[in-house]
């Protein structure tokens, strides 16, 4: 008989050290509860609420998918969440899901530890459904990480419900059910979503319908900018219910003694900067707008001795993909191309000006790492396959090179914070999984360490 879940149990929470929302999938609307306590005898419960998760297709015949949403079966799915609030900083929570007769099995997590306490996390982003992601995913749950960060783009089409779960239907053949976002992010023997609470930011592929970077006229208008799966799934994270292109999806957190900003920028398009519309940067990071008001804000006011952002589009790349400014170029009278407003570099300085040790990104599927006005600038996204430009050794068009890059194999990072401060470890993800790179992030003082690369 198939499974009312559609996945396990999975943590979000903005307040880790007191709280933390266990969420789930179901295929029906039914009363649902979650069991806890600290020990496996668990003891206490709490029902969840239920919520409606729509913008979701199933295909509309067995021939498979259509290309677009409007060509396939809507299905809704039913998310429950149930909030243990009430915690100590570092406290141990077991606990299971059950609905009507079913049963999760017993998983645990622990709360954020009080500042100065160890912790470990890793960096994920861009798997995507992609060959390998399941195998990559199983190598990074084995490193044990306390959270994850998870810098955008989960699925290739957010509206493909097959790319989300495992819908035990007979047309979704084995291994594409291992590489959806849901199986791959859950699995079973290593420490993953169900134990991990994991921070993500949207990327381009967490826009409801990818048209909107593939065909000018749907992109020019606004109303087709809408990110409602993406910010429903995660829902505790992303409480404003405004999920068009003037709703909020940037938020902070404080796991022990790093701050963590999740930014949303996001600005592909399959057309050249200054073609017509141009890129669309979404959500705004120029000046003055709602992202950077509230951004300069939550910098200035956080307390903890490390902050670290994640963001999905890069500031500083060497990936195929694009190479420009974080801005909007201008095409002048004798076909020069201009950057009028960098606002990536204006980031930048926002970044040295408030003391963030790091910022991590997704979308190039490279592994890069640069080091600049006393920050660390990462891609740590070789988890599946690359898209790098092979020998080209251009620097990133600011004229910044960066100082490690190594794309020859599938890799993965992650972070401790230990005694002496934040400390870095990439492995490879493939063959003998070794150390490839292995560098200090921040010293104990909260300060960044690295050397300070000038332009070439
Ligand atoms: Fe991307």
Request: with cysteine; net charge negative.
């Amino acid at each position: 008989m198939r499974s009312v879940f559609l996945t396990q149990p999975y943590l979000l929470s903005l307040n880790p050290s007191s709280e933390m929302n266990v969420v789930w999938i179901l295929r029906e609307p039914l009363q649902s509860v979650v069991e806890y306590g600290s020990t496996e005898k668990l003891g206490n419960s709490i029902a969840a609420q239920c919520f409606e998760i729509q913008g979701l297709c199933l295909p509309a015949s067995e021939e498979g998918y259509g290309n677009f949403p409007e060509d396939n079966t809507p299905v809704t799915v039913w998310q429950c969440i149930a909030k243990i609030d009430g915690l100590a900083p570092g406290e141990q929570v077991y606990y299971r899901c059950k609905v009507e007769d079913e049963y999760t099995p017993v998983y645990h997590f622990h709360t954020a530890p009080e500042p100065g306490d160890p912790y470990r996390f890793v960096q994920v982003s861009d798997l995507q459904c992609l060959p390998a992601c399941d195998e990559a995913m199983h190598a990074i749950g084995s490193q044990n990480p306390d959270f994850i960060l998870y810098s955008g783009d989960m699925v290739r089409s957010s509206w493909r419900a097959d790319q989300w779960f495992d819908l035990q239907e007979p047309w979704q053949d084995a291994d594409q059910v291992k590489r959806a976002f849901f199986p791959c992010m859950q699995q079973e023997d290593v420490r993953l979503m169900q134990y991990a609470p994991t921070f993500f930011c949207p990327g381009n592929h967490e826009l409801n319908d990818m048209r909107y970077g593939e065909d000018k006229s749907f992109s020019v208008i606004d109303k087709n900018w809408n990110w409602s799966i993406f910010m429903q799934l995660f829902r505790p994270l992303y409480p404003d219910t405004d999920t068009t292109s003037t709703g909020r999806r940037w938020y902070s957190a404080d796991y022990g003694d790093m701050h963590i900003v999740s930014l949303s920028i996001n600005r592909w398009a399959r057309w050249g900067a200054h073609d017509y519309p141009g890129w669309r940067l979404f959500d705004s990071i120029a000046p003055g707008s709602p992202q950077i008001q509230w951004l300069e804000q939550d910098l200035q006011e956080a307390k903890t001795k490390f902050k670290w952002v994640i963001q999905h589009f890069h500031i500083l790349n060497r990936g195929k993909d694009v190479q420009d400014y974080l801005c909007q170029p201008q095409i002048g009278p004798d076909g020069e191309i201009t950057y009028p407003d960098d606002h990536g570099g204006q980031l930048m300085d926002l970044f040295e000006k408030y003391g963030v040790n790091a910022v991590s990104f997704g979308h190039s599927h490279v592994y890069e790492r640069y080091f600049t006005k006393g920050c660390h600038y990462i891609e740590a996204a070789r988890i599946t396959d690359v898209c790098y430009r092979g020998a080209d050794t251009r620097p990133h068009i600011s004229g910044i090179l960066p100082l490690v890059e190594d794309n020859s194999k599938r890799s993965f990072l992650v972070l401790e914070r230990k005694e002496g401060g934040i400390f870095a470890t990439a492995f490879y993800g493939e063959g003998e999984r070794q150390v490839f790179d292995q560098y200090q992030i921040a010293d104990e003082n909260g300060r960044s360490v690295g050397p300070q690369v000038d332009k070439v």
